[in-house]
């Protein structure tokens, strides 16, 4: 048995997934038209390979990868590019980007597909795969894969927690495609030398954790265990569950590799199986769909299909005032329905306000330090609190406001209804606006600053010229001047002349 820990904090909402955990996987029908966004990773976007009028195949690349971080695009179905434009995306900020606009033939004709030897094939080469299958974070982070297999490390964890109420797109995956989870898992135990492989589930998805111990059977390749853990909000976050599993504490502003440990989501480990032992790039993700539809389940999406499209298939009840990305705890509202599934979309829960009722108005904070003793990443989200709403934001720096994970737990406690992520959120984007008009300042500043420096430059270098030109001319003249005063006074006494050349 392994030993297991426990992370700080933590709370235990009711769970809700039986609503949809028991329905298998459902392909969702092809939409009449995708938006597909060149931005679907958490550091950037990928450079357009493609213009209106070109004709796509399914999995064709659209938008290639640039950089280390980035991450490449590819075409959910084949069909048409009617449209590259701006569009928006499922952001909390509203946050649009180009989007390429397919309208789908029907006939789903794939690209040609390269299956790599996951055995032979060289860990660079298995690197390049994954990063041009375009394959980042589905836990919801949305950060390249293949950059996080560049180091060396001595346990892989593969999370299968999904901790967050109502979602069940994980559960489902493990139960039904236990065997690409696990081939994939092994790919990433290879690329990073891992020496042991812990599967992370929490004790509420039985069924899951058995299919997945089935799938492992006698591998190879290193020590590989399949560990229930208990269900305790939020132990899918990557540092909780590395305590969980490991014991190992990450301190603030550390990762999991700086201690040896490397965590993937089950979402992700299956895709790496996909693109390097089928060589399909990553054009669909399981979503749930939960709360308040007559039909909830889970389904397989091709990315860029539009949410409003999504929807009707879950059969949302007449009294659905709100639909969320994600789950109660981390997700956010969409204020607009015509925005695509991107990669990081998990889940899209109905609200109504009988199953989600609206929060009591906010009350002052009575410094009963119910937030800290919730908070797993343990920092003090009262102060945060204070300082975010005074827009102190150095001073929530320095209480460490980049290490919330905003699970919500702190606001799940609070008794005065206080939405403390909210403040937290505001607080970050506020920074991040500071610190990108810091940077364009800077470089407006480092612009001007040159261009001054080669103005004077040049000036100078003018001035230099003309000097040299006019010390030029007057050497010039004074010879001409030397020369005509010589010829002058021989005119003046011819005979000193002569007698020069007689003597
Ligand atoms: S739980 Fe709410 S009321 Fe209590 S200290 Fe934290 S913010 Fe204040
Ligand atoms: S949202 Fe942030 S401050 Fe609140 S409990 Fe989670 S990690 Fe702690």
């Known amino acids: 048995m392994l030993e297991l820990f426990r992370f700080p904090g933590g709370v235990k909402p009711a769970s809700h997934k039986q609503a949809s955990s028991g329905s298998p996987i459902v392909r969702a029908p092809l939409p ?29 690349l ?3 990868a640039e950089g280390p971080f980035g991450a490449a695009v590819h075409a959910p179905t084949s069909g048409t590019v009617i449209a590259i434009e701006s569009r928006a995306l499922p952001h909390p900020s509203g946050l649009a980007a180009p989007c390429a606009i397919i309208e789908p033939d029907g006939a789903e004709r794939w690209c040609e597909r390269t299956p790599l ?70 790919i990433l135990a290879r690329l990073m030398g891992a020496k042991r492989m812990l599967f992370g589930v929490e004790d509420n998805k039985p069924e899951a954790a058995a299919a997945l111990r089935d799938s492992v059977g006698e591998q190879g390749c290193c020590e590989v265990r399949v560990v229930s853990v208990p269900t305790l909000y939020p132990a899918g976050g990557e540092k909780q569950l590395i305590r969980v599993l490991t014991g190992i504490e990450i301190p603030y502003g550390k990762l999991g590799p700086d201690f040896g440990v490397q965590c993937f989501n089950v979402g992700t480990a299956y895709a790496v199986a996909r693109a390097v032992l089928q060589g399909e790039p ?7 769909l939960a709360g308040n539809y007559a039909q909830p389940g889970n389904f397989e999406v091709l990315i860029g299909t539009p ?7 879950g059969q949302p009840k007449a009294d659905t ?13 969409l204020s607009d329905h015509s925005v695509p599934v991107v990669k990081a979309t ?31 990443v343990v920092l003090q989200p009262h102060q945060l609190y204070w300082y975010a709403k005074s827009k102190n934001f150095g001073k929530t720096q320095e209480y460490h406001l980049f290490d919330c994970i905003e699970c919500g737990c702190c606001a799940f406690v609070c008794p005065s209804r206080i939405p403390l992520v909210d403040y937290y959120r505001f607080a970050k984007s506020e920074i991040r606006a500071r610190e990108k008009e810091k940077a364009a300042a800077d470089m407006a500043r480092e612009r001007h600053e040159f261009r001054q420096f080669r103005e004077e430059r040049e000036k ?28 002058a006074q021989a005119r003046a006494h011819p005979e000193e002349e002569s007698t020069k050349e007689g003597a």
């Open 32 to 60: 009449k038209q995708l938006v597909v966004p060149f931005r679907q990773s958490a550091t950037g976007s990928a450079a357009i390979q493609v213009a209106a009028g070109d004709i796509v195949l399914k999995g064709q």
């Open 62 to 64: 659209i938008g290639r």
């Open 117 to 186: 030897d996951a055995f032979n094939a060289s860990l660079e080469e298995l690197r390049t795969r994954i990063r041009d299958a375009g394959i980042v974070g589905l836990g919801g982070a949305a950060f390249p894969s293949h950059v996080k297999t560049k180091t060396s490390i001595d346990t892989l964890i593969i999370n299968g927690a999904e901790c967050e109420p109502w979602i069940t797109c994980d559960d489902r995956l493990m139960r039904e495609r236990a065997h690409e989870v696990v081939a994939g898992a092994i």
């Open 282 to 288: 990553l054009i669909s993700r399981i979503i749930t």
């Open 307 to 313: 949410i409003e499209t999504l929807l009707p298939l």
């Open 321 to 333: 005032d709100r639909t969320v990305m994600g789950g109660p705890m981390m997700g956010f509202a």
């Open 346 to 376: 998990n889940c899209l829960l109905a609200m109504s306000p009988a199953l989600f009722p609206p929060p009591p108005p906010e009350m002052p904070c009575i410094r009963c330090g119910a937030c800290t003793r919730a908070c797993p």
């Open 460 to 487: 100078a270098e003018k001035a230099a010229k003309l000097a040299a030109k006019a010390a030029e001319t007057k050497a010039k003249l004074a010879a001409e001047d030397a020369a005509k005063i010589a010829a």
